[in-house]
């Protein structure tokens, strides 16, 4: 029944206050049109001649409750409620004060609106004093009702975030991706199929998952400068290395390049589970390349000579001490750039999306008043203040490009830092960009 009356009441508000839609936008841009103020007399008057039935709730900044990290002018809103029928607002005064204590007082030392005649409580824009960044501000409503009394909100707070950009002085920091040069130049998209197609790729090809591996030698006389694997799998594929998954591929357009440097031994084996999700065209590519200290290279390709291939996986099939005599080689060998797939593969490197962690130990000596944390970078992240997120979200979105506006998170950490030693740690991933920062 109550909320029935509050309804009423905010109708009859509106209906008496607020003529039409137009009216009320023209006088909220003019701020003046068909509303009066009178400057206030900096207090809240907390002891009024008459106190109005009329309650302030619902108090929100910016459209939220008590928000953080506002860089942006605030706005403020409320709802007059009662359980009275003939009661409305006719009028409001808005303070914002440095404190809670002053606010309580109704000293709006940063800005009093004075009594402003007026129904509208709704989208009122701050226009005190200068704010700083990363302070909390405290703020209190006063309501005139219908016979000239007066209701008084509790006090409410906000904070803001950076007001400024030069404010921004840290570095970018992160991890730089992985960079190689690699192709699958020279190789061929193998697979066994039902008979020989040579080099083709027949389209119908039975969903299923076949097993290929190779060895081969390091020159051990030599120095490996640096060794990559480059492939792919129509659709997908699992990477062993010497009996150790090493890596994997989710789709034939999107190679992977494995840096295999200072994990090679004098015998090696490659094995490679791939799998045609369904009926169609099918296939493996890889290209390894071996170059040594002293400009000389080693090349292993993906062919019908040295690959074998199988329908199935024997015990120990990953390793180099596996016997796969018995296995096939592979009856479609199809040249890079032929087939359906031409030469549509993008290589980039292993783990170039992987998270990136970083970490700060930071010493106080005193108690924590009042503490702010404002993060900014590319993808996604995670932030933990001695091991604990600030707040109970995931995976927050934190998109942010260099050289125009930087798109920020702010965390309200007072309470989670303590005098002594404190850690922060960051994990950013990288789900959409080559860039971390």
């Not at 090809?205 to 030599?222: I, M, N, P, W």
């Not at 890889?286 to 329908?311: L, N």
Request: hydrophobic share 35%; glycine share 8%; net charge negative.
């Amino acid at each position: 029944m109550n909320n029935w009356k509050r309804l009423i009441a905010c109708l009859l508000g509106t209906a008496m206050l607020v003529p039409t839609a137009a009216t009320l936008i023209s006088c909220n841009k003019s701020q003046g049109l068909q509303t009066t103020t009178t400057q206030g007399d900096n207090t809240m008057n907390p002891t009024p001649d008459k106190t109005s039935t009329l309650k302030v709730e619902t108090m929100k900044v910016n459209e939220t409750d008590t928000p953080i990290g506002l860089d942006t002018t605030p706005v403020f809103s409320w709802i007059p409620a009662t359980e009275e029928y003939d009661q409305f607002q006719t009028a409001y005064r808005v303070i914002v004060s440095s404190t809670a204590e002053k606010a309580e007082k109704g000293e709006g030392d940063l800005w009093d609106s004075g009594k402003v005649d007026s129904a509208f409580c709704y989208s009122v824009p701050y226009a005190g004093a200068e704010l700083a960044s990363h302070t909390t501000y405290y703020w209190a409503v006063q309501v005139w009702d219908a016979d000239n009394a007066v209701g008084t909100s509790s006090v409410s707070k906000f904070s803001t975030g950076i007001l400024n950009k030069k404010e921004w002085t840290g570095d970018w920091i992160g991890r730089k991706p992985d960079s190689y040069t690699a192709s699958l130049s020279g190789a061929k998209w193998i697979w066994l199929a039902p008979s020989s197609v040579g080099n083709s790729a027949p389209a119908g090809l039975a969903a299923g998952t076949q097993y290929f591996r190779t060895e081969f030698s390091v020159d051990t006389t030599k120095t490996v400068k640096q060794a990559l694997l480059a492939y792919t799998a129509d659709d997908a594929s699992t990477v062993f290395l010497n009996g150790v998954e090493w890596s994997e591929s989710t789709a034939w357009s999107s190679g992977v390049i494995c840096d295999l440097t200072g994990a090679l031994k004098a015998e090696n084996a490659i094995a490679v589970a791939a799998t045609n999700a369904t009926n169609g065209y099918a296939g493996f590519i890889a290209r390894i390349v071996i170059e040594y200290t002293d400009g000389t290279k080693t090349t292993i390709h993906t062919d019908e000579k040295t690959w074998k291939v199988s329908s199935s996986a024997a015990d120990g099939w990953t390793t180099p001490e596996f016997n796969d005599s018995t296995w096939s080689t592979p009856t479609q060998y199809c040249d890079f750039g032929g087939g359906p797939w031409g030469t549509g593969v993008s290589l980039s490197a292993a783990g170039d999306r992987a998270a990136t962690l970083l970490r700060k130990n930071l010493t106080l000596k005193g108690e924590v008043a009042e503490a702010y944390l404002s993060i900014a970078g590319l993808g996604y992240f995670e932030i933990l203040i001695n091991g604990k997120t600030p707040d109970d979200t995931v995976l927050n979105c934190c998109n942010t490009q260099y050289n125009k506006t930087v798109l920020y998170r702010t965390f309200d950490v007072t309470s989670m830092l303590k005098t002594g030693e404190n850690s922060i740690g960051v994990e950013l991933g990288n789900s959409f960009y080559n860039e971390q920062g």
